[in-house]
């Protein structure tokens, strides 16, 4: 087999008939900027807790619409809040405000 360097990675379509509409409207009624993330990666790239253990507020958002909060809830797990992810975010988003409200929603914290 061929070695071109790179990987294909597993499809993030988006199932929209499977995941929880009620909880999700419960997310963005206290968390708008939830609708607006385009999962360009720039949270997870840059990401302080990332380099220790598997966080990602992007795949969160991806597995959260995906019916997967429980993975969601992993991701983020180990989230220190530093911030970082929120200066680097092109839309803008208050990414600790959203992990939090993530957390709390479906943690039921
Ligand atoms: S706030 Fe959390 S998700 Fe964002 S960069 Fe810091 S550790 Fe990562
Ligand atoms: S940096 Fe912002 S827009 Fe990009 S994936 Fe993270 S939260 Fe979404």
């Not at 087999?1 to 995941?19: C, E």
């Not at 999700?24 to 968390?31: G, H, R």
């Not at 992007?58 to 797990?77: Q, V």
Request: glycine letters at 6%; aromatic letters at 6%; charged letters at 25%.
């Amino acid at each position: 087999m061929v070695d071109f360097g790179f990987g294909l990675v597993p499809s993030s379509r988006i199932n929209l008939d499977l995941f929880d509409r009620e909880k999700y409207d419960k997310l963005t009624a206290i968390e708008p900027d939830a609708r607006i993330c385009i999962s360009c990666g720039s949270c997870t790239a840059v990401c302080t807790a990332g380099q220790f253990a598997h966080t990602s507020l992007r795949e969160a958002l991806d597995d959260i619409l995906n019916a997967n909060p429980d993975k969601a809830l992993e991701s983020l797990r180990s989230c220190q809040l530093c911030g970082k992810c929120a200066m680097v975010c092109p839309r803008g988003i208050n990414t600790r405000h959203l992990i939090l409200s993530i957390i709390k929603v479906y943690s039921g914290e």
